[in-house]
């Protein structure tokens, strides 16, 4: 069965980094557009970046647009977020997913749903 499972988050102070994986199995995702988000409580869920099956487009939020970088190595079924410069309001449990379709209003649409979602990792910046 195909499963995606994020690890890398943790405790870390503002300013400090962090780099999240997203380790995909029971399947190869190399023809998936692979994309990270989260949802801190109380809060619905946000996207922050996507990167497409051909690894030449990517998107970011604004909100994370300059400290975030998406990136995915396709010989390891991996994607993973770098996160640089984090605030304690990017406090939140982050979540991977993967999906056959390509397109901002697709990512970026809190309604959207995707074929696969990660059961996510805490990320906790404290001040």
């Known amino acids: 069965q195909a499963q995606l499972v994020e690890s890398g988050g943790g405790l870390v102070q503002a300013g400090g980094s962090l780099r999240l994986s997203c380790a995909a199995s029971?399947?190869?995702?190399?023809?998936?557009?692979m994309g990270w988000f989260r949802q801190a409580p109380g809060k619905e869920r946000e996207f922050l970046a996507a990167?497409?099956?051909?690894?030449?487009?990517?998107y970011y939020a604004d909100s994370v647009n300059g400290r975030f970088t998406i990136s995915r190595d396709d010989a390891k079924n991996t994607v993973y977020l770098q996160m640089n410069s984090l605030k304690p309001e990017d406090t939140a449990v982050y979540f991977c997913?993967?999906?056959?379709?390509?397109?901002?209003?697709?990512?970026?649409?809190?309604?959207?749903?995707?074929?696969?979602w990660g059961q996510g990792t805490q990320v906790t910046v404290s001040s």
């Open positions: 029971g399947r190869t995702f190399n023809s998936y557009a």
């Open positions: 997913a993967a999906d056959r379709v390509w397109g901002w209003q697709h990512w970026i649409d809190p309604t959207s749903t995707y074929y696969y």
């Open positions: 990167i497409d099956w051909t690894d030449l487009s990517k």
